[in-house]
């Protein structure tokens, strides 16, 4: 029994011991935009969510007790505070932003404590400089551009709030899929505690024109080409315009078969592509290797297509032409046979059809009658001599 009661007042003492552990004062609010300076939470005005948010002291020592950031809903929460104790509660914004409510508070335990603050406007006009003076005028239109300071995106034409104090770099929208471009890519300011700041934006259409070349062949070669043989296809194109712009190109009545593609050249669909887009003032020289495979060509037309962001605003000097004469390999004909000296050729033998003898001689251009009669005389003399070779027995 004795144990027991022992046991039970150690219990108590260790439940007491947490209780005490566990006892403080709670401290909480939260940390807003007021947008409107009134003090009081609006719809609408943002929670400083995930940053800072109070410091801590002991108002009677000077002692730190501690510092509190705010939650992803703008909240902080100050917990084990000392009970009784007067605190020193101050805003741990003030560094960046302007306050609207008080920034510092002495009170003695907790309860809930809210504070607004304010930080800065960067807005302006953002507009297609149709005249290109850098001002708005009548009839100008009006863009809304996402221009971005930080980690804040702009709304409208154009605005960004609750900027924090500090040099800052705002980085224009890209509207190139507009066929426009920014009069500066960035612009640096500097935006102080809850303070508004314009910079207006204009953007201008830029004047774009591709240029191609002169067509060349190489490598050099007198007279005519003949099919088999492989040519180089080189023409430069220059970007007369003022912006950046992907350029892209066919070649027309090839009648040649494609070998390769130069460096910075790749096929694509029916044509070509340079491989990067093309800077204002640069010049690329595009090559393509064929061989030429069918005698009936008679060169190559390029035609050079408007830049694919920017277009061409003169597509007067966007094709170019180059000749080109091919002649056919000589015909595959079997050379004559010439017996030489000495090899011996195995003889015709020609059957003549019956009763061909003469028509064979007249076919030769003989005459019949000349053989006719000497073969009579050669007979005449054999019977004459055999009737004289009969006589001379019949003597004897």
């Known amino acids: 029994m004795k144990k027991l009661v022992a046991v039970t007042a150690v219990l108590m003492l260790l439940g007491g011991g947490t209780a005490l552990a566990q006892d403080g004062e709670v401290l909480e609010g939260l940390i807003w935009f007021d947008r409107n300076g009134n003090g009081v939470v609006d719809a609408g005005e943002p929670a400083l969510a995930s940053g800072k948010g109070v410091r801590v002291f ?57 504070f607004g603050i304010r930080g800065g406007v960067v807005t302006g006009s953002a507009f297609v400089d149709a005249d290109r003076d850098g001002v708005r005028d009548a009839g100008e ?54 303070a508004q ?23 050099d070669k007198p007279g005519a080409r003949a099919t088999g043989d492989e040519v180089e296809l080189s023409f430069a194109i220059t970007n007369s315009g003022e912006a950046a712009d992907g350029v892209r190109f066919t070649v027309d009545r090839p009648k040649a078969k494609l070998l390769s593609t130069g460096e910075g050249v790749v096929a694509e669909g029916d044509g070509f592509a340079l491989t990067a887009p093309l800077e204002p003032g640069a010049t690329a ?15 190559f037309r390029v035609v050079l297509a408007p830049g694919t962001t920017f277009g061409d605003g003169d597509q007067g000097d966007n094709t170019a032409e180059v000749a080109l004469s091919v002649t056919a390999p000589p015909s595959s004909t079997p050379p004559s046979t010439t017996s030489a000296p000495g ?18 001689l007249a076919r030769t251009g003989a005459a019949p009658f000349w053989p006719l009669l000497t073969g009579l005389a050669l007979l005449a003399a054999g019977l004459a001599l055999h009737h004289a070779a009969r006589a001379r027995r019949r003597r004897a």
């Not at 700041?197 to 490598?219: H, I, N, Q, S, W």
């Open 197 to 219: 700041v314009r910079v207006d934006t204009p953007y201008f259409a830029p004047r774009a024109d591709l240029v191609l070349g002169e067509l060349k062949l190489g490598p």
């Open 141 to 194: 239109r009006e863009l809304q551009p996402a221009h971005r300071l930080g980690g804040l995106t702009a709304t409208g034409s154009y605005r960004i709030e609750d900027v924090p104090e500090d040099d800052h770099e705002l980085v224009l929208a890209d509207l190139r899929a507009q066929g426009l471009l920014p009069s500066a890519v960035t612009t640096r300011l500097f935006v102080g505690k809850g």
């Open 343 to 360: 090899s011996s050729t195995a003889p015709t033998t020609t059957t003549p059809p019956v009763g061909g003898a003469p028509k064979q």
């Open 58 to 114: 002991n108002a009677a020592t000077k002692e730190h007790i501690g510092e509190y950031g705010t939650d992803a809903n703008g909240r902080y929460r100050a917990t084990g505070l000392p009970s009784g104790t007067p605190l020193a509660i101050y805003n741990a914004n003030t560094d960046r932003y302007a306050t609207t409510t008080p920034s510092s508070v002495f009170r003695t335990g907790g309860g809930t404590l809210d």
């Open 285 to 299: 020289t595009a090559k393509l290797r064929y061989a030429l495979t069918d005698p009936t060509i008679t060169g």
